[in-house]
């Protein structure tokens, strides 16, 4: 006689909540107890928190034939870097994470400017209302999303880089506003870049207007307020090709290379911000292996992240015929670099030695976080893994 075995809850919570979010898609399937189970806020959570990073890139190939912006993801956890083409998005600008979630908005926003929060690792999003500003007179954007953790609100804002002097931002509250709201706290710059939302705040270190500034613009998400954070001491002039913002080690830190005879140097420098409110930083300096500088086309330029493990991921910007990644452990002081040329096939026709591609890169843990829940609206891609069981393409 056949005697059906029970697994008891737990156990099964313990194995599942460190699969991957497309295996555990496909899980809520197997029978309704599970399907409970992976929905639960509390399982979400767990997850979530043991979830490893993942890069989202978004590519914007000067010299390809179509002149397209593409969307990929990039899994640095595993050898050669595995990469997906998110083919559902053409000329789609990204913000930064928050909880794996990401704000899309169109590289050409003339005619429908068109704004989506998605879920990168289950393919949901969500359509959001036409901006209060928009048409031709409002091309250049950037979009920002950020979380209030007090409230577990969801807010994106959005500014307009054009229009300096005005510096009016709008902003956008998902499950409760049906339209833009016009910020009533005004910053003492135009917002051009995306900025990096820490505890409920939005940091930014450069914009239209910051010029020889030695201070940091902050955006409390909750209250809906900007203000100044002093920057580090002897923190040089911003410049867009050799310093980024990123968040490591739950503080906002600044990565600046170094330029020597007009190419990047060995010469890495980390400011951490260690007190917001007083503007307290540390700084460690770091020498690059010299085998990194030969493996470098002369003036290239690098989107800095930060990834687990106390890694900096590097992507370089213009290089020949192939797309690679360089991660640098600080602790360990090691460098590795997967190499991603099958990535952009369509670059092979090119003669010239280097091919620029303007590279703009977020990163995102992998999340079962629910749009319908925030949003009370969900909308998913007809014929992806989610909606049919069909893996990435």
Known sequence: MNIPVSVQDDLVFNILVFLPVKSLLRFRCVCKRWRCMISDPSFVEAHQSRSATTLLVSSFDDSSLD?????????????????HCLSEFSNWNI?????????????????????????????????????????????????????DPSTKTYKILRSRIENWPDRKCEIFTLGSDSSWRIVKDNPEVVLDTKGVCLNGTIYWTKGIGFQNSTTI????????????????PTYPMWHFKTSSMIQMG??????????????????MIIWK??????????????????????????????????????????????????????????????????????????????????????IDVSVYV????????????????????QAVGMTYS
């Open 366 to 385: 992998e999340s079962l976080i629910s749009l319908k829940e925030i949003t009370c609206v969900c909308q998913t891609f007809e014929g992806d893994y």
């Open 95 to 147: 913000s930064q994470s928050a909880n794996g979630l990401v704000c899309i908005y169109e590289e050409d926003p003339a005619e429908s400017h068109r704004v989506r929060l998605f879920n990168p690792s289950t393919r949901e999003y969500v359509n959001l209302p036409q901006p209060i500003f928009s048409g031709r007179d409002s091309l250049k954007q950037v979009y920002n999303l950020g979380f």
């Open 217 to 232: 613009m902050a955006f409390n998400v909750g209250e809906e307020k900007f203000r100044n954070v002093p920057a580090p």
């Open 273 to 358: 911000l260690e007190d917001s409110l007083n503007g307290i930083w540390s700084h460690k300096r770091i020498l690059l292996p010299e085998s990194f500088m030969q493996l470098i086309p002369r003036h290239t330029s690098f989107c800095v992240t930060s990834i687990d493990g106390g890694e900096i991921a590097l992507i370089p910007s213009k290089l020949f015929k192939e797309r690679y990644v360089v991660y640098y452990n600080l602790e360990k002081e090691r460098m590795r670099r997967e190499v991603l040329s099958w990535l952009f096939r369509n670059m092979w026709h090119i003669s010239s030695p280097y091919a620029y591609c303007d």
């Open 250 to 267: 739950g503080h906002i830190a600044i990565v600046d290379y170094q330029m020597e005879a007009g190419r990047i140097s060995n010469v």
């Open 67 to 83: 002149r397209t912006r593409t969307l990929y993801t990039i899994n640095p956890s595993i050898n050669e870097g595995e990469v």
